[in-house]
């Protein structure tokens, strides 16, 4: 059975900590995986990544894809309230043009 | 300005009706995807329509229909065959179903009473 799994759950940390968000995968024929950010409604694109070991980073956040172990991070260094939200990851299958979502990781920064 | 509508934005229903969820886009994508957000679950989905006049259902759709007549339209209809139907609804669409990228709604939160 396909399935995302992410890691932690939820977090609390003090604004300025660094975070490392985990997603592991198992889908069968793979394509990509996505991380989106969820506030309070619709979640918004973070990242794309489709090939192993390429840094993908945008401001504080980044992320890096390992297709042979079946798993995605995203971190966030210097962490700060605006980024306090759930963080999804899924992964996009090319059987169906299916996507798969994790359950998130709920991320509280305090100040 | 291009984007998502899903409406209503809060949708109360009594149990054993019928319920329709708007979603439009004006992005001129061709894929639009219905999710299904519970807490603690993350997103599940429900239809998956490619292109117009045809779509396909995921891993929940019973107790759901859907349709799609025109390109920009994609509403999902809860039936009474539902059993929990209580929940946060996301409507998204792509460029094409072999794009990537995703674009989601604002969602509607429905609660049956």
């Known amino acids: 059975e396909d399935k995302v799994v992410q890691s932690p759950l939820s977090l609390v940390v003090h604004e300025g900590d660094t975070v490392t968000l985990n997603c592991s995968y198992e889908v069968t024929n793979f394509r990509s995986l996505l991380w989106y950010k969820q506030e309070k409604k619709a979640p918004t694109f973070l990242f794309m990544l489709t090939s192993s070991g390429i840094e993908k980073k945008s401001g504080r956040l980044s992320s890096i894809l390992d297709k042979k172990e079946l798993f995605s991070i995203l971190n966030i260094t210097a962490t700060q309230t605006g980024d306090s939200a759930v963080y999804l990851c899924a992964v996009v299958s090319n059987t169906g043009n299916q996507f798969y979502f994790g359950t998130g990781t709920s991320l509280t920064v305090i100040p | 300005d291009g984007g998502i509508t899903q409406s209503p934005k809060y949708l109360f229903r009594k149990e054993g009706q019928n319920v329709t969820l708007s979603c439009e886009q004006n992005l001129n994508h061709d894929a639009m995807y219905w999710y299904r957000q519970d807490p603690g679950q993350g997103l599940r989905l429900i239809y998956y329509?490619?292109?117009?006049?045809?779509?396909q259902k995921g891993d929940i759709a019973e107790g759901y229909s859907v349709s799609r007549e025109k390109k920009e339209s994609f509403p999902l209809t809860v039936t009474s065959a539902q059993k929990n139907p209580t929940a946060f609804y996301l409507c998204?669409?792509?460029?094409?179903?072999?794009?990537?990228?995703?674009?989601f709604g604002p969602g509607t939160r429905l609660t049956v009473l």
């Open positions: 329509s490619q292109i117009v006049n045809d779509f």
């Open positions: 998204a669409s792509s460029k094409t179903s072999a794009y990537n990228e995703q674009f």
